[in-house]
């Protein structure tokens, strides 16, 4: 048996097991730990954030989650709401409108180095803000970052100073949406703040939060990721996931759908085309991932002979772990976008029958074409 271990820094009980949760600590950084009889235990989170100054992302409990929103309502804050554009579904965080409250929200769509650069950026700012009126949300601005790539850092805390007037800031987001990596990026914007960032507790949870002091005695409160449940990135693993998320701006491909085919994107998700008028597909995924066309009445053999082959994601092990697909089944009006989540989009013409396929709790859904 093993006392509980706590991390001096945020007061997490340390624990091995889940990278994504708080307490986190590398077996083998616990292990050299306890054989130096170490009193200050950090957990890695604390510990990179120390000696780096880099925030590590982790990840809410249910319960911390109701203490983290409550928190927030009662805070006199802006929001900052950090969002991925090529997954907008599976950046939502259920029940933002409710704990958002009074507080003025400014949305930020991030990866913007992904899209595709023929699409115009202003009519971008629009879709996002239409899209999050669709949950209720009226952001007070719309801001387009590139949290890896540096993009728009200053713009963005230009308009965070424009908008919070005199109040602190909090930054949310759902995991892998690349909220650390842009808060990572503001703490290199603002060198002189480095050695003040704080941790402290938010009450009632089992959480730490980081604060960035702002110059008026403010601060910006780096809130843990949110996990939405129907994200790709909880049916693939990490270099499986890598391989689907798109590292650099995506090249659309053209194909002729025909009644009857089947398009796989790699062995992740799949599009049939049930019945259409117009043989038209456009594909929005990263550049590597293999696609392979086929006919539908083939398509369960195929996969089944192929995945983790000829179709990958998912590779080695992964593949027999792997959730089956899914089948959805949609009619569009007008174009429209088939949305896989965390994996991308087909748009198809309007007028057509098509099923798509995700694994086993990775959403499906449809929207107006983007571009
Ligand atoms: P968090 O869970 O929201 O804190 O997300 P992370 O900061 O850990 O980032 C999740 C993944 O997205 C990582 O693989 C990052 O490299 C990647 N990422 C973060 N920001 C960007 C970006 O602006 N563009 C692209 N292409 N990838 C990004």
């Given at each position: 048996t093993?006392?509980?271990?706590?991390?001096?820094?945020?007061?997490?009980?340390?624990?091995?097991?889940?990278?994504?949760?708080?307490?986190?600590t590398?077996?083998s950084?616990?292990r050299?730990?306890?054989?130096?009889?170490?009193q200050d235990?950090?957990?890695?989170?604390c510990?990179?954030l120390?000696?780096?100054?880099?925030?590590v992302?982790v990840?809410?409990?249910?319960?911390?989650?109701?203490?983290?929103?409550?928190?927030?309502?009662?805070a006199?804050?802006?929001?900052?709401?950090v969002v991925?554009?090529?997954?907008?579904?599976g950046?939502i965080?259920?029940?933002?409108?409710?704990?958002v409250?009074?507080?003025p929200?400014l949305?930020?769509?991030?990866k913007?180095?992904v899209l595709?650069?023929q699409?115009?950026?202003t009519k971008?700012?629009?879709?996002?803000n239409?899209?999050?009126?669709?949950?209720?949300?009226?952001?007070?601005?719309?801001a387009?970052?590139?949290a890896?790539?540096?993009?728009?850092?200053?713009e963005?805390?230009?308009?965070?100073e424009?908008?919070?007037?005199?109040?602190?800031?909090?930054?949310?987001?759902?995991?892998?949406?690349?909220k650390?990596?842009?808060?990572?990026?503001?703490?290199?914007?603002?060198?002189?703040l480095?050695d003040?960032?704080t941790?402290?507790?938010?009450?009632?949870t089992t959480l730490?939060?980081?604060?960035?002091?702002?110059?008026?005695?403010?601060?910006?409160?780096?809130?843990?990721?949110i996990?939405?449940?129907?994200q790709m990135a909880?049916?693939?693993?990490?270099d499986?996931?890598?391989?689907?998320?798109?590292?650099?701006?995506?090249?659309?491909?053209?194909y002729?759908?025909?009644?009857?085919q089947?398009l796989?994107?790699?062995?992740?998700?799949?599009?049939?085309i049930?019945d259409?008028?117009?043989?038209?597909?456009?594909?929005y995924?990263?550049?590597?991932?293999?696609l392979?066309?086929?006919?539908t009445?083939n398509?369960d053999n195929?996969?089944e002979?192929?995945?983790?082959e000829l179709?990958?994601?998912p590779?080695?092990?992964?593949?027999?772990?792997?959730?089956?697909?899914?089948?959805?089944?949609?009619?569009?009006t007008?174009?429209?976008?088939?949305?896989?989540e965390?994996?991308?989009?087909v748009t198809?013409p309007?007028?057509?029958?098509?099923?798509g396929?995700?694994?086993?709790?990775?959403?499906?859904?449809?929207?107006?074409?983007?571009?």
């Amino acid at each position: 048996t093993q006392e509980t271990l706590y991390c001096i820094g945020c007061g997490a009980a340390i624990q091995t097991t889940d990278p994504a949760a708080a307490g986190y600590t590398p077996a083998s950084a616990l292990r050299k730990a306890l054989a130096n009889d170490t009193q200050d235990l950090y957990c890695q989170r604390c510990f990179r954030l120390r000696h780096y100054n880099e925030i590590v992302p982790v990840a809410l409990s249910d319960d911390d989650f109701r203490h983290l929103l409550a928190t927030i309502r009662e805070a006199n804050a802006l929001v900052v709401y950090v969002v991925d554009i090529f997954d907008l579904n599976g950046s939502i965080i259920p029940g933002l409108q409710r704990f958002v409250g009074d507080n003025p929200v400014l949305l930020v769509g991030n990866k913007e180095d992904v899209l595709p650069r023929q699409l115009r950026r202003t009519k971008l700012r629009e879709w996002m803000n239409q899209q999050v009126r669709a949950q209720g949300i009226k952001p007070v601005g719309v801001a387009l970052t590139s949290a890896k790539r540096g993009h728009a850092i200053d713009e963005l805390l230009a308009l965070i100073e424009k908008y919070r007037r005199g109040r602190d800031v909090y930054v949310v987001g759902v995991t892998n949406v690349g909220k650390s990596t842009l808060i990572n990026r503001i703490i290199a914007n603002n060198t002189g703040l480095q050695d003040l960032i704080t941790t402290s507790r938010f009450p009632g949870t089992t959480l730490d939060k980081i604060e960035i002091p702002l110059d008026d005695g403010h601060k910006m409160v780096d809130t843990p990721g949110i996990i939405h449940p129907e994200q790709m990135a909880h049916v693939l693993s990490g270099d499986d996931l890598k391989l689907v998320s798109p590292q650099k701006e995506i090249r659309p491909k053209g194909y002729q759908l025909r009644n009857g085919q089947t398009l796989f994107l790699g062995g992740v998700a799949r599009l049939d085309i049930v019945d259409t008028i117009k043989p038209a597909g456009t594909v929005y995924v990263d550049n590597n991932l293999p696609l392979h066309r086929t006919r539908t009445e083939n398509a369960d053999n195929f996969y089944e002979k192929h995945v983790g082959e000829l179709i990958t994601p998912p590779t080695g092990d992964a593949v027999k772990d792997f959730p089956p697909l899914v089948r959805h089944e949609f009619k569009t009006t007008g174009v429209t976008d088939v949305v896989f989540e965390g994996l991308g989009w087909v748009t198809v013409p309007g007028d057509t029958r098509v099923a798509g396929w995700a694994p086993r709790g990775v959403d499906v859904v449809t929207r107006p074409a983007m571009i």
